[in-house]
């Protein structure tokens, strides 16, 4: 497997164990009978809870773009070392994202995730 694909699949991976750190981090918080269930009543989740579910559903939000120009890239060709340089900046920044958010850091978190974003960029950068 090329390195820009093992990245694909650790980002992957990382998004993984993020869902299941804010699962457990709100059954810490609501409950089980209460994410079982539909929901409907279900108080805002805050604290520890509040941040893990939020920093998983940031990522969700750029997963789709980080796959979609990893894949362009591999299909086209295109995986040099500046791409390398994308996946492994968006990779890192996510890791630092997410544990930043997860502590509650507000300022060093959006600076991580702005190096995520210099990661997409590069990958962009490298397909047009």
Not at 15 to 37: I, N, R
Not at 88 to 96: D, I, K, M, P, S
Request: charged share 10%.
């Amino acid at each position: 497997m090329t390195p820009d694909l093992k990245i694909l699949i650790w980002v992957v991976a990382l998004t993984f164990v993020e869902v299941v750190a804010a699962a457990l981090a709100s059954m810490g918080q609501v409950g089980l009978p209460m994410l079982a269930g539909n929901r409907e009543s279900m108080p805002p989740l805050t604290g520890l809870a509040g941040r893990a579910r939020r920093a998983h559903l940031n990522m969700l939000e750029s997963l789709p773009l980080f796959i979609g120009l990893v894949l362009a890239a591999h299909i086209a060709g295109k995986v040099n070392d500046t791409v390398m340089l994308g996946c492994q900046l968006f990779f890192w920044g996510r890791v630092a994202h997410w544990l930043l958010y997860l502590a509650g850091i507000p300022w060093v978190r959006t600076a991580a995730w702005a190096v995520s974003v210099v990661g997409l960029i590069l990958l962009f950068i490298q397909l047009v």
